[in-house]
């Protein structure tokens, strides 16, 4: 699919509902994307799309390049990086007790027109 004039294949989906953390990462106010596990390492190094789920249909809201990934294996180091991740102590995406969490480093974040995506895929999809 061509979106701001860019060929991108992959999309990842972030959940809005209880939280807008599409609209904190194309403001560039968050710029690590956290997981419980290391499902978008097959994602590092590439230009990809974001899609907004959680509050109506699955839409492609902007595209970023996930440059790095941080492996935090302790809260402390978490909290450390609270800034960039926006996830609340005590959130249903914070990190569990005894253990671990990904951060993904999001750079060159581009806002695109809005596209509803009908493609399947609980953490990737194919756009």
């Known amino acids: 699919m061509f979106v ?21 990462i194309l403001n560039l106010l ?8 290391n499902s ?9 799309g974001i899609i907004r789920t959680g509050c109506g249909k699955a839409t492609l809201v902007g595209l970023v ?3 790095d990934v941080i492996k935090y294996e302790t809260e402390d180091t978490f909290r450390s990086d609270e800034k960039r991740h926006m996830v609340k102590k005590g959130s249903k995406y914070d ?11 999001l750079v060159d974040v581009e806002r695109c027109n809005p596209v509803i995506i009908t493609s399947k895929g609980i953490v990737i999809r194919n756009i």
């Open 95 to 105: 990190i569990k007790k005894s253990g671990v969490k990904y951060g993904y480093v």
């Open 65 to 67: 390049t996930i440059a």
């Open 40 to 48: 978008l390492k097959s994602l590092v190094g590439k230009r990809v």
């Open 30 to 37: 968050k710029d690590l994307e956290t997981r419980n596990t």
């Open 4 to 24: 701001n004039d860019q060929y991108i294949t992959k999309a990842f989906n972030i959940n809005d509902k209880t939280q807008p953390f599409t609209e904190q």
